[in-house]
């Protein structure tokens, strides 16, 4: 009994902060997507997102990386050419299918994120490595992690109008959001170990 106590209070403690869920409250006027999710009688049943952001922070993606030793008591040349593409997407955690995470991104933490960033190959430099040193490259994409959440309500309106500012709205949770938003920077970086 103890046991199922504890983990009940351990399970309550880490839900998210949905304790309003369910609550009647008017149309907040700084929804930015209203997505259509069904006929409703009488009505259209219209789900509405808010996003806040937490926190972000400058990531590099790594897509390739190599490792150049020079052993010798020379200056040595290299040239360094990327031979794999990878693709990076904005990710976050689920629970509601918000279409509009990149545009507020781009407009609250940097206007060089994008969707998705495919690097590229071939691109090569060449280097000169001093004596004795390790040098680490690695090709990738220039991005953000970022923490951000979403907050959800749903109403009825009509089928071609999302309810107004101020109509009612059902209170329907709280999304915390994690993941990283790359952006169209992309690029060597080097590095000595």
Request: charge should be neutral; hydrophobic fraction near 35%.
């Amino acid at each position: 009994m103890a046991l199922a106590s504890l983990l009940a209070s351990l399970f309550v403690a880490v839900t998210p902060g949905v304790a309003n869920a369910g609550n009647i409250v008017p149309c907040p006027a700084d929804i930015t997507e209203w997505r259509g999710i069904g006929p409703l009688r009488p009505g259209y049943r219209w789900e509405g997102y808010r996003y806040t952001l937490l926190s972000a922070a400058p990531y590099f993606l790594v897509s390739e990386g190599q490792l150049l030793d020079n052993g010798t008591d020379s200056t040595v040349p290299y040239t360094i050419t990327t031979t794999r593409s990878t693709t990076f997407r904005i990710t976050s955690a689920v629970g509601v299918q918000a279409g509009k995470a990149e545009d507020f991104l781009k407009t609250n933490v940097s206007t060089t994120i994008e969707a998705s960033r495919t690097t590229s190959l071939g691109v090569s430099f060449t280097v000169q490595v001093p004596p004795r040193t390790r040098l680490i490259a690695e090709y990738g994409v220039e991005a953000y992690q970022v923490n951000y959440a979403i907050e959800a309500w749903r109403a009825t309106a009509g089928p071609n109008n999302p309810p107004p500012t101020g109509a009612r709205c059902e209170e329907w949770g709280y999304y915390p959001q994690s993941g990283t938003a790359p952006t169209y920077t992309e690029g060597w970086r080097l590095r000595t170990a």
